[in-house]
């Protein structure tokens, strides 16, 4: 099948910035006015959406993404890596001037990280460049942060999703700064919210609630399921029907960048085959701990390894 068809058919696509991360490892992140050293650097193809995209695609799922790229070497680096990764590229959109999106990473010997965005091309994209009839056939719309106005054009897609489309919707710390309100449109069409606890917090401007009272508020508002990712604490999740508080893995930290995304790709993997909402924590889990034993998605695990897991 060429990869370019237009009449492939997703199971999950994915809508967020596609960047260059550009990661520094440093033994440590320096303060204001205050100096450290760079031990090495790697250049890898990511950005929120594409890093959970590609790990649904190495589980074996189908999908695609929705993402602008420049004619320049970062571009070109973009759509190798998902088509070496069978990401259908059938959505990616091409801007013949501008550069594409990077992002500047700095991670020290512990895995902490800061990072610096340039958005480049990725806040460009306007409804008429993308497809509709192929986000009415997926299964699973997954949406991501942009740092301008593609954020727009996300809220105008939601009418033109299927009325079956599931859109999970992982915020990240961007849009949670835009305040609920702004963000309300997209929350009110949210099946399923992947956020972690500080965004949670923020978000709901609540420092003194449990997490639990957190996420059944945003249940109560007919988001259908809430996960709430805690780091090295795990995860609580909670739906209409059952709610868990799943431990995580220990695991050699080499690079947490990305974590939260593996996390969504084994959780969105464990819904798309019918698990129940702790099990799907726990694939989510299992996933990212094994995702962050590397840098970008060197040790992601394969679709045999998560079989074998699940076994």
């Not at 520094?24 to 790697?42: H, L, M, P, Q, R």
């Not at 009415?136 to 593609?150: A, D, E, L, P, Q």
């Not at 694939?283 to 590397?294: D, F, H, L, T």
């Amino acid at each position: 099948m060429d990869i370019l068809d237009d009449d492939i058919n997703a199971e999950v696509i994915g809508f967020g910035a596609l960047n260059v991360d550009k990661l520094y490892s440093v033994e440590n992140i320096a303060g204001c006015d205050e100096e450290s050293f760079i031990k090495n650097e790697t250049d890898t193809p990511g950005g929120s959406a594409s890093n959970t995209i590609i790990g649904l695609s190495k589980l074996g799922i189908s999908t695609s993404i929705i993402g602008k790229i420049a004619d320049d070497e970062d571009g070109d680096l973009i759509e190798y890596n998902l088509a070496f990764n069978r990401v259908f590229t059938n959505n990616l959109i091409y801007s013949s001037t501008g550069s594409t999106g990077k992002c500047l990473g700095f991670v020290d010997s512990n895995g902490n990280r800061c990072l610096y965005v340039d958005a480049g091309v990725n806040d460009e994209i306007v409804p008429d460049e993308i497809n509709t009839l192929n986000i009415m056939r997926c299964k699973i719309m997954h949406y991501t942060s942009f740092v301008g106005n593609s954020f727009k054009t996300q809220i105008e897609l939601l009418d033109k999703l299927g009325k079956d489309t599931i859109l999970s919707f992982d915020p990240g710390m961007l849009y949670v700064k835009k305040g609920f309100d702004e963000i309300k449109p997209i929350l009110d069409r949210t099946d399923i919210l992947l956020i972690n606890e500080s965004e949670l917090r923020l978000l709901c401007g609540e420092n003194k609630l449990d997490i639990k009272e957190l996420a059944c508020e945003f249940i109560k508002q007919g988001i259908g399921t809430v996960v709430v990712k805690k780091g090295a604490d795990g995860v609580f999740a909670i739906n209409d029907k059952e709610e868990c508080d799943v431990k995580s893995f220990e695991c050699s930290v080499v690079d947490t960048t990305g974590a939260g995304d593996s996390f969504n790709s084994g959780f969105l993997y464990g819904f798309l085959n019918g698990f129940g909402l702790e099990k799907s924590c726990e694939i989510g889990n299992w996933v990212a701990s094994k995702a962050i034993e590397g840098f970008g998605m060197e040790k992601f695990p394969t679709c045999e390894e998560l079989l074998e897991f699940i076994k």
